[in-house]
């Protein structure tokens, strides 16, 4: 069974930076396109970030150039580096399969906090 562990969240200023993590128990390959989503208080979770299984990547609008996703394929991991960090960034983060996420991949997720 595919468990995904979300970590590195936090509370930060505004303009910090946090990296989360996405450990997986099985191989990534298997999972093949990751992603990044996010849920807000009182809003619908929505996709901030996908990388493919070659390491293409895309992200939404709101976080271009501020969020960097990558993968390890041999450490089964995702990465998602966030700079300059902005209080509308806060939110429980998880990651999942890309374009659909499957049910049963959803970890806790990681809480990140952004406020001065």
């Known amino acids: 069974q595919v468990q995904l562990v979300e970590s590195g969240g936090g509370l930060v200023q505004p303009g910090g930076s946090l990296r989360l993590s996405c450990a997986a128990s099985?191989?990534?390959?298997?999972?093949?396109?990751m992603g990044w989503y996010r849920q807000a208080p009182g809003k619908q979770r929505e996709l901030v970030a996908t990388?493919?299984?070659?390491?293409?990547?895309n992200y939404a609008h709101s976080v271009k150039g501020r969020f960097t996703i990558s993968r390890d394929n041999a450490k089964n991991t995702v990465y998602l580096q966030m700079n300059n960090l902005k209080p509308e960034d806060t939110a429980v983060y998880y990651c999942?399969?890309?374009?659909?996420?499957?049910?049963?991949?959803w970890g806790q997720g990681t809480q990140v906090t952004v406020s001065s």
């Open positions: 999942n399969q890309v374009p659909r996420p499957t049910r049963d991949y």
């Open positions: 099985v191989s990534i390959f298997v999972i093949n396109d």
């Open positions: 990388v493919t299984s070659r390491g293409s990547t």
